[in-house]
């Protein structure tokens, strides 16, 4: 489990590539303010659009040049992009490494859940999977608490740092490539349907697109909302909420049911969560109980959702390309989340938010069980 706790590492240093803008933001705004507010929103952001853009794209890559000489790549390339960073350079400059960073973080993103699955023992690798979808709680959980006391420059030397330090211990001890991982790319856009269209490529994709969508939009809208004496508890209490259920309960559900019906399970948990929070709405308690029932809900989600990866894909490269998927659904279910919910929010108050999250849940649960028919009448 050591290797496959490395990598869970570098995919807290791919989530820090977020994190570390997202915690400066105001402070980044001396030096790139005066490019307007869509520009300094652009450094934060283009690392999601990469992934949006690329994603599918990436897993592909990955399963033709072999997961270790890609992650050891990415790993030093996002380390020299936040060397550069900490120098503060011009603002096109700064925005050309987050783009090359945006390739950095895609690229570990699909390497580690694809690796982790082949390095794991067989019965751990449901907790192994449920580790590693916990990366980006984690560190926004660290990076609140370090990051106002750490100089800009500080932590984008700390982050090189850190990306520097895991390249060189994953260089010593992840497994070569086997020889057999570089297939040939062939027609990218017809591999692009492939994926999309395989019950078993693209399921876990199709699911998680609906938690990425709700979970980064309710991170974001609820604190704002909710009674200020509550406010910190259900901004801090939700992400460790989610990170612990799905590393208890959430392992223990997967030993016991496959992980697409606890990825369709989670769903239907979390529709009473989000019925709570539209009738406790503006009730501090009830608002923070809703919050962190719903939380719970999609906390088991997301670590089914990286668990169902190898329970529907038993090759590498079936592996890399869902984990593409994967990264290239979620994308853009964090990019279009926030601002859709956001405008239901406030044109038709929390009946409408309510509305669309009990939808999205459903659809959560309906794609999975269209796939799974699919699967069964062997379409795949």
């Not at 989530?15 to 520009?39: D, H, M």
Request: proline letters at 6%; a positive charge; hydrophobic letters at 55%.
């Amino acid at each position: 489990m050591l290797i496959v706790l490395l990598l869970w590492a570098a995919g807290l240093g791919a989530a820090a590539q977020f994190g570390k803008i997202s915690i400066l933001y105001e402070t980044l705004r001396a030096s790139y303010g005066g490019n307007g507010e869509v520009a300094l929103g652009l450094v934060v952001s283009i690392v999601g659009m990469v992934g949006l853009i690329f994603g599918t794209t990436a897993g592909l890559l990955v399963a033709r040049i072999g997961p270790r000489r890609a992650i050891l790549a990415a790993l030093a390339a996002g380390a020299a992009m936040s060397a550069l960073q900490s120098l503060m350079p011009a603002y096109p400059l700064m925005l050309a490494s987050r783009i090359v960073e945006g390739a950095s973080h895609l690229t570990i993103v699909v390497v580690g859940p694809t690796m982790i699955a082949a390095l794991a023992p067989e019965h751990r690798r449901p907790l192994a999977m449920t580790i590693w979808s916990s990366f980006f709680g984690v560190t926004y959980t660290i990076l609140a608490l370090i990051g106002p006391h750490v100089a800009p420059t500080g932590l984008f030397l700390g982050h090189a740092a850190y990306m520097a330090t895991l390249a060189v211990i994953l260089a010593l001890t992840l497994p070569s490539d086997p020889r057999h991982s570089h297939p040939p790319l062939g027609n990218l856009l017809a591999q692009h349907a492939a994926i999309y269209l395989s019950p078993r490529l693209a399921a876990p994709a199709m699911g998680f697109c609906c938690y990425t969508f709700l979970y980064v939009a309710i991170l974001t809208l609820l604190p704002p909302e909710t009674p200020e004496t509550h406010r910190a508890l259900i901004a801090a209490g939700m992400p460790l909420v989610s990170i612990v259920v799905s590393l208890t309960l959430g392992v223990r559900l997967l030993g016991r049911m496959s992980a697409v019906r606890l990825v369709q399970s989670g769903y239907a948990a979390a529709i009473p969560g989000f019925l709570l929070l539209w009738l406790t709405w503006g009730q501090g308690a009830g608002m923070v109980a809703g919050g962190f029932l719903l939380s719970a809900a999609l906390g088991i989600v997301q670590g089914a959702s990286f668990a169902s990866i190898p329970e529907l894909n038993a090759s590498p490269e079936d592996r890399a390309r869902a984990a593409g998927a994967v990264a290239q659904l979620g994308n853009l279910g964090t990019t279009t989340g926030t601002p859709v919910l956001a405008a239901l929010l406030a044109s038709a108050g929390p009946p409408g938010l309510t509305l669309a999250a009990v939808l999205l849940c459903l659809a959560g649960i309906a794609v999975h069980q269209l796939q799974a028919r699919r699967r069964a009448r062997r379409f795949d």
